[in-house]
């Protein structure tokens, strides 16, 4: 009995000491979901402020921008107007009184002393890193061009007869280009200061001086406009050297008429003072060497002083224009390996949809490619350079258009040396002329022109008329810049800015590789304006 007594004890402890476990196993499962349930509730809640976050930022980031511009630029106004040009960091190029040339972002553009965006991103080894695997592909080009020519030929020898033929009759390209450059630096400048001696010595000769404006736009028309053409094919120049020729004359036409259009108003707008006669104070013209320095200088804007580091750094300008040659090489492999071999077979096979298609995604990548190697080589390095050299301080060539959720902001911040030009010659004269009435006209104005230059230059570098640059620029440019604009922030409508970007310099290179070999094999038989502007890829099937 007792026995049983002890089991029947034992029993009702255990099955106590059960529910007991259960019950504290129970809590602590509560416990735990409690926790659980809380820790979502603060990670959906940091998630909720992060968005917040990032929506705040976004907008209050153009404004404190805004706010920075106009305390660096009253800054810098007052840096010109104090006279102080004896910093330590900023120089400038005259002493002389430049009160009249103080420009505020109102007026015109404002230059600083600032570093280029890669300059300061290459400080950064995770950057830097990016940038070493550039050069260890650029690395793997040379040993497969060395193992295929090894294997075909039995060599390792490698030749860049591509370049010597592309770059070829430079002695032609140097006296043209100092044609067009005595004459960008004598006639604009002297012509100008004869413009205004004659404007306000007598109102007879100020409407004389309006016929020597008739006669010099005759002759820059003739010499900057005339010149460059008639040498290019008369020559028969090879593409890199017809390209050299037509930017150059692009570049002197751009500083000539900056240097005019910042000018002329000075000159209209200066008042004789009183109990002076004809020929009493004129207005103050700028000099020569302002001029001269301003053709070198890696901007379109025309000031008469501009900031100056004090100092040059000529280690970071030979390693530079190692960069450029690098670049050089670069894009020679690419179109060697990645380019020449695809469209010359296909040259071989008549147009056709799928041909185009397969040729188009092919293009892609080399055409992606070429264009980071013409931003690198160009508006960083090249830019760089003769900036170091000159010792000019703003290195503001570009901006951050690599991480542009639109197509607006991608066309303000890729040339920013361009982009600067037309905006304030061509968008904001057009809103002064227009009364600030026809933004969109305006816009569409810059477009126009910058598709009629780009397809100008285009057709005389390659030396046939095929209007895919005008028709990227003319339409879709223009489409992109409406549709994709600056109200979109999100991060997938980079991705989409990408895409746009593969996908257009595949059709680049595509069509405009096609057509170089279709006007090789398939030559024109006549001179009519259709043979002329029709494609020979589209018949070509030899």
Known sequence: MTTDSNRLGDTTATETATRLVHRNVNNANSAVSSAEKHAEDLIQWKRHVERIKSKVLDQIQGQLSDLLDKALTESVQTFTQNGNHGNNHVTATNNNDNSHRTHTEKDGKVFMDRRSILDDLFEINHIRTIYHMFISVLFLFIISTLAVDYIDQGRLVLEFDLLSYAFGKLHIVALAWLLMFSYTLAVPYYALALWGTLYHRSPVQGVLSVGAGLVLSALQAAVLGVLPIYVVFHYQLPPASRFIIILEQIRFLMKSYSFIRENVPVILKHKTKEGEGPRGEFPRFPTFSSYLYFLFAPTLIYREC??????????????????????????????????????????????????????????????????????????????????????????????????????????????????????????????????RKFRTAAMLSVFAMSALVHEYVFTLGFGFFYPVMFCLFAFFGVAFNFTLNDKRKSPVWNIMMWTCLFIGQGVMVCLYCQEWYAQIHCPRTGDSFWELVTPRSWSCSN
């Open 306 to 435: 501009y900031p100056r580091n004090p100092h040059i750094r000529w280690n970071y300008v030979g390693v530079t224009f190692a960069k450029i040659l690098g670049c050089l090489f670069y894009g020679y492999f690419i179109l060697v390996r990645l380019c020449i071999p695809v469209f010359m077979n296909d040259s071989n096979t008549p147009f056709s949809t799928r041909t185009l298609v397969l040729a188009l995604f092919h293009a892609t990548l080399p055409g992606m490619l070429l264009l980071l190697l013409a931003f690198f080589a160009f508006l960083h390095c090249w830019l760089n350079a003769f900036a170091e050299m000159l010792r000019f301080a703003d290195r503001m060539f570009y901006k951050d258009w690599w991480n542009s959720t639109s197509f607006a902001n991608y066309y303000r911040t890729w040339n920013v040396v361009v982009h600067d030009w037309l905006y304030y010659y061509g968008y904001r004269d057009f809103l002064w002329l227009s009364r």
